[in-house]
């Protein structure tokens, strides 16, 4: 049993101001893309400089709100535009391998939200074009940047909670019911698993690798998207994750990594600047407790994730060491496995 640390390492996080600045421009400005202008502009150095909308009405109002200095109503225009270095895809997730391949065929790094595609064929379409044009490509799991991610990744290295068996996640909310709309509709790729299941295959696999087998329990909406699903995987060391995700319930968005020495238990919502506790149950339950005091709170926390990428393409990456897209493939692998499992995937 390795001994109970008394004290946190230090996160190692991207500093948010001081370092290199990319001028970034949004495609599809919605409600993430209104929060990726505030985490950014508020605290880095970060500039967004033009953003796109189908509508030139749309992206003029949203430019007018957020301080961003040009507008375009046609996405083409703005990847076409010199003054932006990199593009964020914003948009419904049936889009983004779309939008992704058009950024790229005009020489700009591009930063996708989450889930990067559809499919893992999808990212696997991405990486290919990236390479071959010789710019950043990322996933947006601004999680992965979060000091809190950090700090867990240092423990679990300095063999503090022993072997993990058993990563447990859930995240789920009540969505908005349209059945045109991004959550319940099969064209714009909807369901819960894209949109919020991802997260906890992501903690899952950040800990425990891909899995070997992937068991999927689940329900699909009179829409035909996937609404409520329990997921089991199992890996080939005997360990588990038990995972669950729903447009229909509110759940308390925690996770928790069981290994045979300690655990950690984040309490609060996992994905966003989050604290947690280090328990351990044989030692007298000895417990330690990492705060988030970084003052950054709920989507601010984005800003990590927007100074990260602005130091990988400052040092010449094409991907990122954090995030890399080998992981968003193996990510959307246990995902098609799911949809498969759900009857959302043939
Ligand atoms: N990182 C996070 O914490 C986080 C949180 C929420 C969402 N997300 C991700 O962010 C993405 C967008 O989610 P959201 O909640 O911001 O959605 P949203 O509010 O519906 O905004 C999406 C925007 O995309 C554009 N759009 C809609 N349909 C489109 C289409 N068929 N083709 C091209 N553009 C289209 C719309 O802008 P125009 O009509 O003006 O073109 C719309 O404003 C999703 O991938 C989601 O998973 C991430």
């Given at each position: 049993m390795t001994t109970f640390p008394t004290t946190f390492p230090a996160a190692k996080t991207f500093p948010l101001r001081g370092g290199p600045v990319l001028r970034w421009g949004i495609l599809a400005p919605g409600d993430i893309a209104k929060d990726f202008v505030h985490a950014v502009h508020t605290h880095t150095d970060q500039r967004v400089e033009a953003v796109a909308s189908r509508s030139l009405g749309r992206a003029q109002q949203f430019a007018a709100k957020h301080g961003i200095p040009r507008a375009?109503?046609?996405?083409?225009?703005?990847?076409?535009?010199?003054?932006?270095?990199?593009?964020?895809?914003?948009?419904?997730?049936?889009?983004?391998?779309?939008?992704a391949l058009l950024a790229i065929a005009a020489g700009k790094h591009v930063l996708v939200e989450k889930p990067i595609g559809v499919t893992a064929?999808?990212?696997?379409?991405?990486?290919?074009?990236?390479?071959?044009?010789?710019?950043?490509?990322?996933?947006?799991?601004?999680?992965?940047?979060?000091?809190?991610?950090?700090?867990?990744?240092?423990?679990?290295?300095?063999?503090?909670?022993?072997?993990?068996?058993?990563?447990?996640?859930?995240?789920?909310?009540?969505?908005?019911?349209?059945?045109?709309?991004?959550?319940?509709?099969?064209?714009?790729?909807?369901?819960?698993?894209l949109d919020l299941g991802i997260y906890p295959i992501w903690i899952s696999q950040l800990f425990l690798g891909a899995p070997a087998r992937v068991n999927t329990f689940g329900s699909l909406t009179s829409t035909g998207v996937d609404a409520q699903t329990a997921i089991v995987l199992e890996f080939g060391s005997g360990a588990q994750s038990v995972l669950t995700t729903s447009l229909l319930h509110f759940s308390p968005e925690r996770a928790s990594i069981n290994g045979t020495d300690a655990r950690i238990e984040i309490n609060s919502w996992f994905v966003v600047p989050a604290g947690f506790e280090l328990i351990a149950p044989g030692?007298?339950?000895?417990?330690?407790?990492?705060?988030?005091?970084?003052?950054?709170?709920?989507?601010?926390?984005?800003?990590?994730?927007?100074?990260?990428?602005?130091?990988?393409?400052?040092?010449?990456?094409?991907?990122?060491?954090?995030?890399?897209?080998?992981?968003?493939?193996?990510?959307?692998?246990t995902m098609d496995a799911v949809r498969r499992g759900v009857g959302t995937l043939a």
């Amino acid at each position: 049993m390795t001994t109970f640390p008394t004290t946190f390492p230090a996160a190692k996080t991207f500093p948010l101001r001081g370092g290199p600045v990319l001028r970034w421009g949004i495609l599809a400005p919605g409600d993430i893309a209104k929060d990726f202008v505030h985490a950014v502009h508020t605290h880095t150095d970060q500039r967004v400089e033009a953003v796109a909308s189908r509508s030139l009405g749309r992206a003029q109002q949203f430019a007018a709100k957020h301080g961003i200095p040009r507008a375009y109503g046609d996405h083409a225009q703005l990847v076409a535009d010199p003054g932006i270095d990199i593009v964020y895809v914003a948009s419904p997730h049936s889009e983004h391998k779309r939008l992704a391949l058009l950024a790229i065929a005009a020489g700009k790094h591009v930063l996708v939200e989450k889930p990067i595609g559809v499919t893992a064929d999808d990212a696997r379409e991405i990486q290919a074009a990236a390479t071959a044009a010789g710019v950043f490509a990322m996933e947006g799991m601004w999680t992965r940047y979060l000091p809190q991610t950090d700090v867990m990744l240092q423990l679990v290295r300095d063999g503090a909670l022993g072997d993990i068996r058993l990563v447990a996640a859930d995240f789920a909310t009540i969505a908005p019911t349209d059945p045109l709309g991004r959550n319940y509709n099969p064209a714009l790729a909807g369901g819960s698993l894209l949109d919020l299941g991802i997260y906890p295959i992501w903690i899952s696999q950040l800990f425990l690798g891909a899995p070997a087998r992937v068991n999927t329990f689940g329900s699909l909406t009179s829409t035909g998207v996937d609404a409520q699903t329990a997921i089991v995987l199992e890996f080939g060391s005997g360990a588990q994750s038990v995972l669950t995700t729903s447009l229909l319930h509110f759940s308390p968005e925690r996770a928790s990594i069981n290994g045979t020495d300690a655990r950690i238990e984040i309490n609060s919502w996992f994905v966003v600047p989050a604290g947690f506790e280090l328990i351990a149950p044989g030692k007298g339950n000895t417990r330690l407790s990492y705060a988030n005091e970084t003052g950054l709170e709920f989507r601010d926390g984005i800003a990590w994730e927007a100074a990260g990428v602005a130091q990988h393409i400052a040092d010449g990456l094409t991907e990122s060491p954090l995030h890399p897209l080998a992981f968003s493939i193996e990510v959307m692998e246990t995902m098609d496995a799911v949809r498969r499992g759900v009857g959302t995937l043939a």
